[in-house]
């Protein structure tokens, strides 16, 4: 009994989440038929069909059934349904529909000024998700950097002559913690941005990934090069990136040309629309452009259409299969939905086109928002990764230059060659692991993250190749610099 009960709130939590994510979609489709001169119950009739709003097409139909199969007229009915809604939003807007026409006041001035505040509390929310961004990344970022800090004044602390387990446990533990604070960010990242993208198969990125991996791992464990496992390594994660970027650049290119290209298309439309053209005839000469990009291709192919004489329901349906922007397609939904119904005046054109217009403008200030944070996560892995690898590098080098006796110089030489070869690989595996994050609070997509992930891998790798080539030296710059000091003040400086 708890069991159900427990389930049916779970249920009704995450019915709620929808319908009021859906809630300024829903409350302009409304807006624009009303406008158009339809009443609530053809309204609700056109909503039922709208499956890109399934939490506000199961509450169309629960109006819709009430009228039907209980005989109540609309009004009764929604207002029915406004009391068992999960949402207090939702309730309010239905309440109020019904209020403005029983009380014969302007229907439609109240659903644009409900539609007006609701886009702008969606706006409120972008701007707030950026701020909850910069303040995951500001945790990351503090994480890492107290971890380097944490190893460096361990290191400091203990005696690098001696070998002892506990110093094996501790360099084992600071191998593994970055890259498991970047898993623990991936999962915390997981409600940070909603994805516009579907990610890309699994399967499909393991069929790809996986025999670089296999052969890396292969070439790690046979250990022919040691020095070389770094390389094999960033050259594995690299690879497997490959398919990934270049599938999801072309999507992501598809949906930013899409979702810009819309906006101005809706805009084109009332523009004409107010010449006194044809709504058809409008969207034809919009839709004829040949400046929207990848996007040319959907736009010419529906003027192309509409000409021939298809259907707008077949020509949304085609649109439907080829571009998976929500806010493109429930855009044009729209506009079919009020020209195929006899409507698409003035007045709805444009407030459909001043609808996308400020969608688009909130989503491209929240991109750009997000930008710094990129560069910020670039300047943070590239100088972790390199920091890391000096400081080991630094504080084994002040054991070899402090060391006469030959065996042990030999051991510190050797534990010293194996730290920094594990932690190059420790480091790669962090900065990887760091793109998809990157990616995922940018675009909304852990797909998005593995361009950023090959980039920070080839970063992190120079970082590697400058250690382990010794091309950058901390301790012999200190000492010779010291060196330097000795000769030129004499026993003074003593």
């Known amino acids: 009994m708890l069991l159900t009960l427990s389930r049916a709130k779970e249920q009704a939590d ?75 939003e939702f309730a309010e807007f239905l309440g109020g529909y019904v209020s403005s026409i029983q009380g014969g006041g302007d229907v439609v001035s109240y659903l644009q000024s409900k539609m007006t505040s609701a886009f702008e509390k969606y706006a409120e929310i972008q701007r707030q998700s950026v701020e909850k961004v910069k303040t995951v990344i500001e945790a990351y970022m503090t994480l890492q ?15 690098p002559t001696q070998r002892t387990e506990s110093e094996f446990t501790m360099s084992t533990l600071f191998v593994i913690v970055p890259p498991l604070i970047s898993i623990f960010f991936l999962l915390i990242a997981v409600s940070m941005h909603i994805s516009k993208l579907k990610e890309l198969p699994i399967k499909k990125i393991l069929i790809f990934g996986m025999p670089g991996f296999v052969g890396a791992l292969a070439f790690i464990y046979i250990d022919i090069m040691p020095s070389f496992d770094a390389y094999v390594l960033a050259a594995a994660l690299i690879i497997a990136s490959i398919w990934p970027v270049i599938t999801f650049k072309k999507k992501y290119r598809e949906l930013m040309d899409a979702e810009s290209a819309t ?5 084109d439309i009332a523009e004409t629309r107010k010449a006194g053209i044809g709504p058809e005839k409008c969207v034809i000469q919009a839709c004829k452009r040949k400046d929207f990009g990848v996007f040319n291709v959907h736009a010419n192919s529906i003027a192309i259409k509409i000409e021939r004489g298809s259907s707008l329901i077949d020509i949304y349906n085609s649109l439907k299969k080829k571009v998976e922007s929500f806010h493109v397609l429930i855009s044009f939904k729209i506009l079919f939905e009020i020209i195929s119904s006899g409507g698409g005046n003035v007045d709805t054109i444009e407030s459909l086109a001043l609808t996308a217009e ?6 491209a200030e929240k991109q750009e928002l997000l930008k710094p944070y990129v560069l910020v996560g ?25 060391e006469f006796d030959e065996q042990r110089l030999l051991e510190i030489t050797e ?18 692991l760091a793109g998809l994050f990157l990616g995922k609070i940018t675009t909304g997509s852990y797909s998005g993250g593995f361009q950023y992930a090959a980039i920070l891998s080839v970063i992190a790798m120079i970082g590697v190749t400058i250690i382990q080539a010794q091309l950058f030296n901390l301790t012999d710059l200190l000492f010779n610099v010291e060196v330097n000091l000795g000769m030129f003040f004499g026993d003074s400086y003593i």
């Open 415 to 432: 534990k010293r060659e194996n730290s920094i070869a594990t932690f190059s690989m420790s480091v790669l595996i962090q900065a990887w």
């Open 145 to 159: 950097v107290v971890v380097l800090a944490v190893y460096i004044i361990i290191n400091s602390m203990e005696n």
């Open 14 to 88: 995450a019915h709620k989440k929808k319908l009021e994510f859906e809630l300024p979609y829903f409350m302009t489709f409304i807006t624009l038929l009303a406008t158009s001169g339809f009443g609530p119950s053809a309204v609700f009739q056109k909503l039922k069909d709208v499956s890109l709003l399934p939490a506000s097409q199961k509450e169309a139909n629960k109006i819709l059934k009430r009228v039907e199969l209980l005989g109540l007229d609309p009004l009764t009915a929604m207002t029915k349904v406004k009391e068992m809604s999960p949402s207090k």
């Open 358 to 363: 400020k969608i688009h403008n909130v989503d």
């Open 263 to 267: 906006p101005s298309i809706l805009r």
């Open 378 to 402: 670039f300047l943070l892995i590239g100088l972790t990764s390199f920091t890391t690898l000096m400081v080991i590098d630094s504080l084994s080098g002040v054991s070899i230059l402090t």
